[in-house]
């Protein structure tokens, strides 16, 4: 059973970067695919950037790129949302979520299958 836990969130300054994290206790994340995905109060969750579990592939929401890149260290079997130029709408709770196999990514939330328990990233003066 995949169990993902996120780190990494806190308080920032418009401009600033935070960099999030995505661990596994359960097993290791080398065949999954990943997302991170978003949700600001009153607003639907939307998904922010994913990536294929061989690493090929990978998107993003056009509001976050170029300032969002989302990498995998295989050794620490962590995956990673770097997040730079950092603004105010980007203060939400962030997730990630993971499905296994190589199925094409999405910003689908219903293909993944596992999903951690939120960290809250805060962007403000």
């Known amino acids: 059973q995949l169990q993902l836990v996120e780190s990494g969130g806190g308080l920032v300054q418009p401009g600033g970067s935070l960099r999030l994290s995505c661990t596994s206790s359960?097993?290791?994340?080398?065949?999954?695919?990943i997302g991170w995905f978003r949700q600001a109060p009153g607003k639907e969750r939307e998904g922010v950037s994913c990536?294929?579990?061989?690493?090929?592939?990978?998107n993003y929401a056009d509001s976050v790129k170029d300032r969002f890149t989302i990498f995998r260290d295989k050794a620490k079997n962590t995956m990673y949302l770097q997040m730079n130029n950092l603004k105010p709408d980007d203060t939400a709770v962030y997730y990630c979520?993971?499905?296994?196999?190589?199925?094409?990514?999405?910003?689908?939330?219903?293909?993944?299958?596992?999903w951690g328990q939120g960290t809250q990233v805060t962007v403000s003066s």
């Open positions: 979520a993971a499905f296994y196999g190589w199925a094409p990514i999405s910003f689908n939330a219903y293909d993944y299958h596992y």
């Open positions: 990536v294929s579990y061989n690493g090929q592939d990978t």
């Open positions: 359960g097993a290791t994340l080398e065949y999954y695919a």
